[in-house]
Structure formats: structure tokens, C-alpha cells
């Protein structure tokens, strides 16, 4: 996503910077980019992923921030956004923190991450890109189709999509207690992803 939607001395965007992988592949390939996370151990694990010495290498910049509030980063400022938000509670990173999109149940989910594609669409520059993993979930033995529900949110926020890549997932960390219980109560395992690459 990276090498293909933008071009060295550009500035990338991660909001949900996590485990820092965007931010290393950024500084790597010699784009400046932006690591915002809610999460302080989040914020720890991009600081010492990113500690080390590249020829030429991209600026790494690390805060701590809310991707529903970008107001420290310019309107039409980025040239690239690429990230992975939570999806919704499937996966919860903090406790006690109001702040993290990981603690909500997915109608919440869904309202929280509308302000996110507001806030891309004000800080990406026109005809830029940006790029969101997101995978499904179940409840109650039903798919809830999380992804192509943050699709619709991008676009009704302004964006047009331009790429729906499927990623598929293999051994994660939960697929044992989850191959065992799709046989015990005969659904399919969700072993995939959606990367959703947005035009503005």
C-alpha cells in the first residue's frame, strides 16, 4: 500500500498506530509519517519498534491522540492514510480507557467510527488515499458484516473506493477455540479481511 499510493518524502498517516508496523515500513521506504495512538503501551511498542538508525530513512513522529479528533494535523496535510482500526469489541486493548474504539459495542462502533472517516477525509490531501483494514464478526452465530458496514461509513463521509482487497487469515491466535466450536455448532470460521483502499 505503501510503494503503491505514494512516493518517498510523502507524509503517511497511521491513527490507530498500534504495534507500529505502518510507521517502520513508512520509515524504511523513506516517507515521513504520523503514529497517533489512545493506548500509552500502544505509544511504547511504536517508540522502540521505530528506535533505530536508516540511511536516509522517513521522520517518525509518535503522540498519543484520538483518530476521531485529528486537530494537531492540518487540513489536507497527509498524503497518505494506512491503518487498522479495533473492530469494535472483538478484540478489546485497554481497560477503563472511554478513549479506545476497542471498548465499544459495534452500534457504538459504528457512530465513533464515522468521526474517524470525517477527520480522514478533512486531513488527506484531494485525490489522495486512504487505506483501512477491517475484518467481520458473530453474534450469536450470525455474521455481522463490520466491514462492509465501515465501507459505507467512508463513503457516505466523501470518500469513493477504489480497491477491495481480501486478506486472507491463517492460524491466528484464536483459530483453535474457534475451528473447535464452528464444528460443535456448525458455522464457518471468518478467515478474512477486508483492506478497503479509499480515494478522496
Known amino acids: 500500500i505503501i510503494l503503491r499510493y505514494s512516493k518517498e518524502g510523502d507524509l503517511v498517516l497511521d491513527q490507530f498506530a498500534g504495534g507500529g508496523t505502518t510507521l517502520v515500513e513508512a520509515k524504511l521506504l523513506k516517507r515521513d509519517s504520523i503514529g497517533l495512538d489512545v493506548n500509552d503501551s500502544a505509544l511504547e511498542r511504536c517508540n522502540e519498534k521505530c528506535n533505530f538508525e536508516w540511511i536516509d530513512g522517513g521522520a517518525v513522529t509518535i503522540e498519543k491522540g484520538d483518530a476521531r479528533n485529528l486537530s494537531n494535523i492540518e487540513d489536507e496535510s497527509v498524503d497518505l492514510i494506512c491503518t487498522h482500526p479495533p473492530y469494535a469489541n472483538i478484540i478489546q486493548y485497554s481497560e477503563d480507557n472511554d478513549s479506545d474504539l476497542?471498548?465499544?459495542?459495534?452500534?457504538?462502533?459504528?457512530?465513533?467510527?464515522?468521526?474517524?472517516?470525517?477527520?480522514?477525509?478533512?486531513?488527506?490531501?484531494?485525490?489522495?488515499?486512504?487505506?483501512i483494514l477491517m475484518g467481520d464478526t458473530r453474534e450469536k452465530g450470525h455474521v455481522k458484516p463490520l466491514g462492509f458496514q465501515v465501507m459505507q461509513i467512508f463513503e457516505n463521509a466523501g470518500f469513493t473506493t477504489k480497491e477491495v482487497i481480501i486478506k486472507e487469515q491463517h492460524n491466528c491466535k484464536a483459530t483453535g477455540y474457534w475451528k473447535t466450536n464452528s464444528i460443535k455448532y456448525n458455522f464457518l470460521l471468518l478467515a478474512h479481511e477486508y483492506l478497503f483502499v479509499f480515494r478522496k
Open 102 to 131: 476497542s471498548n465499544l459495542k459495534i452500534p457504538q462502533f459504528l457512530v465513533e467510527i464515522e468521526k474517524v472517516a470525517n477527520e480522514c477525509l478533512r486531513v488527506l490531501k484531494k485525490d489522495k488515499f486512504c487505506a
